[in-house]
Protein backbone atom coordinates (compact mmCIF):
# COMPACT_ATOMS: atom_id res chain seq x y z
CA UNK A 1 0.00 0.00 0.00
CA UNK A 2 1.78 3.64 -1.06
CA UNK A 3 0.94 5.77 1.54
CA UNK A 4 1.24 10.04 0.90
CA UNK A 5 3.03 11.52 3.75
CA UNK A 6 1.71 15.17 4.62
CA UNK A 7 2.35 17.36 7.12
CA UNK A 8 1.40 20.82 7.96
CA UNK A 9 -1.77 22.67 8.62
CA UNK A 10 -3.59 23.56 12.06
CA UNK A 11 -4.87 26.57 13.29
CA UNK A 12 -4.51 30.47 11.65
CA UNK A 13 -5.99 33.57 11.94
CA UNK A 14 -7.64 34.71 9.13
CA UNK A 15 -5.46 36.49 6.82
CA UNK A 16 -2.53 34.50 7.95
CA UNK A 17 -0.46 31.78 6.24
CA UNK A 18 0.41 28.23 6.34
CA UNK A 19 2.00 25.36 4.23
CA UNK A 20 1.23 22.33 3.43
CA UNK A 21 3.87 19.15 2.45
CA UNK A 22 3.69 16.11 0.78
CA UNK A 23 5.64 13.30 -0.22
CA UNK A 24 4.98 10.77 -2.25
CA UNK A 25 7.31 7.23 -2.99
CA UNK A 26 10.12 7.81 -5.15
CA UNK A 27 9.09 4.28 -6.38
CA UNK A 28 6.00 5.04 -8.31
CA UNK A 29 7.69 7.68 -10.98
CA UNK A 30 7.33 11.18 -11.60
CA UNK A 31 4.47 10.50 -14.84
CA UNK A 32 1.33 11.93 -12.61
CA UNK A 33 -0.11 15.17 -11.27
CA UNK A 34 0.39 15.41 -7.84
CA UNK A 35 -2.22 17.59 -5.99
CA UNK A 36 -4.43 19.11 -2.63
CA UNK A 37 -8.14 18.54 -2.64
CA UNK A 38 -9.99 20.00 0.68
CA UNK A 39 -13.50 18.92 2.14
CA UNK A 40 -15.02 21.16 4.55
CA UNK A 41 -17.64 19.81 7.25
CA UNK A 42 -21.17 18.88 5.25
CA UNK A 43 -19.97 19.57 1.98
CA UNK A 44 -18.23 17.43 -1.48
CA UNK A 45 -14.46 16.94 -1.59
CA UNK A 46 -13.10 20.08 -4.09
CA UNK A 47 -10.07 20.33 -6.20
CA UNK A 48 -7.47 23.05 -4.65
CA UNK A 49 -4.82 23.03 -7.08
CA UNK A 50 -3.22 19.72 -9.50
CA UNK A 51 0.58 20.33 -10.56
CA UNK A 52 1.80 17.84 -13.56
CA UNK A 53 4.99 16.81 -13.75
CA UNK A 54 5.87 19.47 -16.52
CA UNK A 55 4.35 22.11 -14.10
CA UNK A 56 1.21 22.99 -15.20
CA UNK A 57 -0.84 24.10 -12.76
CA UNK A 58 -5.14 23.80 -12.36
CA UNK A 59 -5.95 26.15 -9.58
CA UNK A 60 -9.83 26.14 -8.04
CA UNK A 61 -10.86 29.94 -8.32
CA UNK A 62 -10.94 30.07 -4.80
CA UNK A 63 -7.81 29.99 -4.30
CA UNK A 64 -5.70 31.46 -7.16
CA UNK A 65 -3.65 34.72 -6.42
CA UNK A 66 -3.75 33.09 -2.68
CA UNK A 67 -2.19 30.02 -3.03
CA UNK A 68 0.40 28.90 -4.50
CA UNK A 69 1.74 25.09 -4.99
CA UNK A 70 5.02 23.58 -6.39
CA UNK A 71 6.80 20.19 -6.31
CA UNK A 72 9.58 18.51 -6.66
CA UNK A 73 9.79 15.72 -9.34
CA UNK A 74 13.18 14.50 -8.28
CA UNK A 75 11.73 14.21 -4.50
CA UNK A 76 8.08 13.45 -5.77
CA UNK A 77 6.96 16.30 -3.51
CA UNK A 78 4.47 18.77 -3.68
CA UNK A 79 4.12 21.70 -1.36
CA UNK A 80 0.89 24.32 -1.30
CA UNK A 81 1.97 27.36 0.24
CA UNK A 82 -1.68 28.97 1.29
CA UNK A 83 -1.98 32.96 2.14
CA UNK A 84 -4.27 35.10 2.66
CA UNK A 85 -6.23 32.34 4.41
CA UNK A 86 -10.13 32.89 4.65
CA UNK A 87 -12.82 31.33 7.37
CA UNK A 88 -14.12 29.33 4.29
CA UNK A 89 -10.68 27.40 3.74
CA UNK A 90 -11.27 25.71 6.78
CA UNK A 91 -11.39 22.10 5.58
CA UNK A 92 -9.36 18.91 5.53
CA UNK A 93 -6.95 19.21 2.90
CA UNK A 94 -5.97 15.57 1.20
CA UNK A 95 -3.17 15.41 -0.99
CA UNK A 96 -3.62 13.04 -4.06
CA UNK A 97 -1.35 11.48 -6.98
CA UNK A 98 -2.67 10.33 -10.09
CA UNK A 99 -0.34 8.99 -12.28
CA UNK A 100 1.03 6.09 -14.64
CA UNK A 101 4.09 3.93 -14.61
CA UNK A 102 4.69 0.28 -15.88
CA UNK A 103 2.45 -1.36 -13.34
CA UNK A 104 0.02 0.74 -14.67
CA UNK A 105 -1.76 3.79 -13.64
CA UNK A 106 -2.58 4.84 -9.70
CA UNK A 107 -4.92 7.34 -8.06
CA UNK A 108 -3.49 7.70 -4.53
CA UNK A 109 -4.40 9.51 -1.36
CA UNK A 110 -2.93 10.73 1.77
CA UNK A 111 -5.05 10.95 5.18
CA UNK A 112 -5.93 14.33 5.07
CA UNK A 113 -4.42 17.35 7.46
CA UNK A 114 -6.90 19.83 9.30
CA UNK A 115 -6.82 23.55 8.04
CA UNK A 116 -8.89 25.91 10.45
CA UNK A 117 -9.18 29.39 9.98
CA UNK A 118 -10.34 30.97 12.91
CA UNK A 119 -10.39 33.95 15.05
Known amino acids: QVQLVESGGGLVQPGGSLRLSCAAPESIGSLNAMGWYRQAPGKQRELVVTVTNDASTNYADSVKGRFTASRDNAKNTVNLQMNDLKYEDTAVYYC?????????????WGQGTQVTVSS
Open 96 to 108: NVKGWNLKGSYDY
